[in-house]
Every structure is written in structure tokens, then in C-alpha cells.
């Protein structure tokens, strides 16, 4: 199992921008596929975008495909979630999760984060 702490979450406005960044532990990370999902209030947690263990393939939920952007660095045992173009369904708690199946990108969690708070306003 990997352990992972999110950071870069916070509130900004519609049609802003963050980064957000999940550091694991343990040196498997780099056999990992990663991702994240995300929970609204009221709302099931959802996929969000997963990325295989090499970085070299990645997927996307089709209401966040051309604004947000999935990236890793084995080096630094860090995935990073770019969002653009926010929108305030985007209002979320966003949770890093890691998979020990390192060649999917569509994420089956062992391992969750405690998530980061995510706020767009209007």
C-alpha cells in the first residue's frame, strides 16, 4: 500500500485554475497507477482521471476531458492534477487514490487520500 497526502486545494473562481499535488510514501509508488476522484455534497464519489504507472497513458470522466490534465513524477512520488476552465460543479473534495494494477487508468482504489477541498465560486 502507498500512503498519500493531497495538498493545493482551496476556492477560486469560475473559469480559474489549480494544480492540485499528492505526495505517497513507500517506494512502490512508481508500480502504482494513480488518480483521483472526487465527492460533491449530496453527491457519490465519481472518477475524475487516472494515469497509468509510466504516465504514458492516461483517462479522463468526460465532464473534465480538455480542462483537466493528469501528470506524475516517479522521481518525486508526486501525481498532480491540473484544472482549468473551472466550474462550480466542480465544487468537490478531491481524493488522490492509488491502484497496485499499474497498467489500468480506469482507477479500482486500494489506497485514498484524505482528500482536499476544492471550491469554485459563481
Known amino acids: 500500500q502507498v500512503q498519500l497526502v493531497e495538498s493545493g486545494g482551496g476556492l477560486v473562481q469560475a473559469g480559474g485554475s489549480l494544480r492540485l499535488s499528492c505526495a505517497a510514501s513507500?517506494?512502490?509508488?512508481?508500480?502504482?497507477?494513480m488518480g483521483w476522484f472526487r465527492q460533491a455534497p449530496g453527491k457519490e464519489r465519481e472518477f475524475v482521471a487516472g494515469i497509468n504507472w509510466s504516465g504514458g497513458r492516461t483517462s479522463y470522466a468526460d465532464s473534465v476531458k480538455g480542462r483537466f490534465t493528469i501528470s506524475r513524477d516517479n522521481a518525486k512520488n508526486t501525481v498532480y492534477l491540473q484544472m482549468n476552465s473551472l466550474k462550480p460543479e466542480d465544487t468537490a473534495v478531491y481524493y488522490c487514490?492509488?491502484?497496485?494494477?499499474?497498467?489500468?487508468?480506469?482507477?479500482?482504489?486500494?489506497?485514498w487520500g484524505q482528500g482536499t477541498q476544492v471550491t469554485v465560486s459563481s
Open positions: 513507500g517506494r512502490t509508488f512508481s508500480t502504482y497507477a
Open positions: 487514490v492509488g491502484d497496485p494494477i499499474s497498467t489500468r487508468t480506469t482507477i479500482s482504489p486500494s489506497s
